[in-house]
């Protein structure tokens, strides 16, 4: 079997980075590697990863493995820097569930944290996967289902003997509540609302804390989730009674929970483990402020070769210069040069989401489904549009940031950029919804010609050089002009039509008021 390199170190140009940060392990030193090459690997994981599809492991989820399995496991904390689609999510999904595989007692043991509900549900639905074939249970706390629906999946209630009843005061101690899941996938909003209202609901054995898109976690702070998951699973012996902080809720007198010290259950006769920290993203921070939130125990950095924004191998960048007033008709060109193939197209912002998708549906029928996804609609209807776009009934989706980050759809095979991405990172999320698990992609970016020069400078921050400009048919732009300009005339309509409702609505909810 070929031996990998345990850390190799990489030479990077002195820059204002934590000292952890700068002998990182170089994920590109390492090769896919087949499940049965891997040391250590439960029988029953590699026969559900094998059943679904997965033969081999990928190099950031070979290097994760060689640095947390075998003697001395997860003895740091990990931090993930690594090209949007390369699999990070089994990066941490596997070895978590490998370690966890040994557990007697059902607990919370692994929290994972995404931003947005629809990347808990498909984070979810990797360790779901895996994790039963060594008969754990994964559980989601999103919002989804109501609170108390939410509640009955993660919380246990003590089966009824016959004769036997149990009070069902929640302040009395006499019932015993467990965890009905070993792993919780969950967005902060609703961690927070478990954590502090939910009898039963406790961190108290947690032993990894998985802070998914760490960059934009990180940005927000969502209820102050994160010092307060920190709090909960402190197990420093000064921090004993200090970490409840005075700030906290009083219902978080709940969880004063200690984490006990020396033997647990279901680790037979081990200390009880520490908890251990991962944390990943395609552009990791290295602002040591924001890093210092996370409170890293001794962090192993594995990290893609030496760029510190890394595009996947196999993403064609190419820019698209046209006139400001005429951007839909070359969009409209592009699609139809593309055929059918699916797109993702990137807005600004929610209104020129809607504005834009809107538009494209007066152009008639261009022989391909256009669908909207934005913060702004119902989490049902974005999930019929992603669940669409999925199975193939939809080609087209128009998108806000809302599907920038992680979102992960097979076959989607271009990025179309419609307003210039403000930010480097910005552009490598969304270009990175396609050429994801080592295939072909291309994104492309609409400019004006004012904008080319800002553009670049944008690019040369990852390190990217070439863009060529991609061109379409002048006569395909020509020719729609004329159902363009009805195309406006309606969008003018719907405008003024779906102004006129919200002013109603806000007429009729405001007289509702002052009744
Ligand atoms: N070992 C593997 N073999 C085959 N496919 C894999 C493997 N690991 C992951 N994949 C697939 O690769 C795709 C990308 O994985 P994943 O979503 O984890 O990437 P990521 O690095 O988290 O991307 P992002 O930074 O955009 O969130 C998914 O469709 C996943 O199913």
Redesign the pocket.
Known sequence: MEEEPKAQKISRKKVAVLPWMRNPVDVSLFNKRPLAQLPFLHPRLEAALCSSG?D???PV?VAVWQETMGPGSFERDICVN?P???????AYALPIVQILSTRAVKCLRALVVLPTRDLALQVRDVFATIAPAVGLSVGLAVGQSSIADEISMLIERPKLEAGICYDPDPESHSVELQSAVDILVATPGRLMDHINNTKGFTLEHLRFLVVDETDRLLRESYQSWLPTVLQCTSSSVDGLFSYVSPSLPSSFGSLKTIRRLGVERGFKSKPYPRLVKMVLS?TLTQDPSKLAQLDLHHPLFLTTGKIRYQLPEHLESFKLICEPKLKPLYLVALLQSLQGEKCIVFTSSVESTHRLCTLLKFFGDLGIKIKEYSGHQHQTLRSKTLRGFREGGVQVVVSSDAMTR?M?V?GVKNVINYDKPPYIKTYIHRA?RTA??GNCGRCFTLLDEDEVKQFKKLLKKADIDSCPTYTVPLDSVQSLRSTYNDALEKLKESVEMETFKKQKIGFKSSSKRKR
Do not use: C
């Open positions: 997965i081999s492991l990928f989820q690594s949007t689609g390369s699999g990070k999510t089994l395609a992680g992960d097979e990175g994801r698990a």
